[in-house]
């Protein structure tokens, strides 16, 4: 079954401006890790932040944590159109056995 | 270094056959896990090994299976595919069986499964 759940279910800008996604959970987590899929390709790891992490950094990346309310968000800043993919939120249900849950997905696409 | 390699990308079975998947993780990487991805969904958990003993299974019923070689590359079969079973097979792989070490998993390109 799918674990978060990320909003907005699919995301539309120009190039230059912010896109930032979000992602709820429902259960504790140790980790919580972003994804991104360029076109049902494989995916490739963009930040994991631990529980005890409210915010990570990572070139125009940032994810932000908070487990008071179960929720992530990622924000890409000045976006270019090869950012246009595909982004997943997962977790690991508070299990260390390497197991990940995730989402549905937010599609962006950045216009040129 | 190569990546994540899975073998073959694409691939076209009839109901009721039964395929092959594969996978060479990283080098040094000791763990590998599968996960099945339907079209408009996000990646779901079939199988996980490491060290060539399976470490945990998703919700999938018998007819999916794996395992893994010395080297560490394997192997995910599917029996008796059902239509439903078209997906994008993923396999990825880590240090370790947990990550806890702060590093995410490396997916690889996966396989494109259509069942006909």
């Known amino acids: 079954s799918q674990q978060g759940e990320e909003d907005p279910q699919a995301l539309s800008i120009q190039e230059g401006e912010n896109a930032t996604m979000n992602c709820s959970y429902k259960t504790s987590i140790n980790n919580l890790q972003w994804y991104r899929q360029n076109s049902g390709r494989g995916l490739v790891h963009l930040i994991l932040?631990?529980?005890?992490?409210r915010e990570k950094h990572s070139g125009r990346l940032r994810v932000t944590l908070d487990t008071s309310k179960k929720s992530s968000s990622l924000l890409i800043t000045a976006s270019r159109a090869a950012d246009t993919a595909s982004y997943f939120c997962a977790t690991d249900r508070g299990s260390t056995l390497g197991r990940l849950y995730f989402g549905r997905g937010t599609q962006l696409t950045v216009w040129p | 270094d190569a990546g994540v390699t899975q073998s073959p990308t694409h691939l076209i079975k009839t109901r009721g056959q039964q395929v092959t998947l594969r996978c060479s993780p990283i080098s040094g990487h000791k763990s590998v896990s599968w996960y099945q991805q339907v079209l408009g969904q996000g990646p779901q958990f079939i199988f996980q090994?490491?060290?060539?003993?399976?470490?945990g299974r998703g919700n999938f019923p018998d007819r999916f299976s794996a395992r893994q070689f010395p080297n560490y590359s394997s192997e995910l079969n599917v029996n008796a595919l059902l239509l439903g079973d078209s997906a994008l097979y993923l396999c990825?792989?880590?240090?370790?069986?947990?990550?806890?070490?702060?590093?995410?998993?490396?997916f690889g390109s996966g396989t494109r499964l259509t069942v006909v």
């Open positions: 090994y490491y060290e060539k003993e399976e470490r």
């Open positions: 932040i631990r529980s005890n992490e």
């Open positions: 990825a792989s880590s240090l370790t069986v947990s990550y806890l070490s702060g590093y995410g998993y490396t």
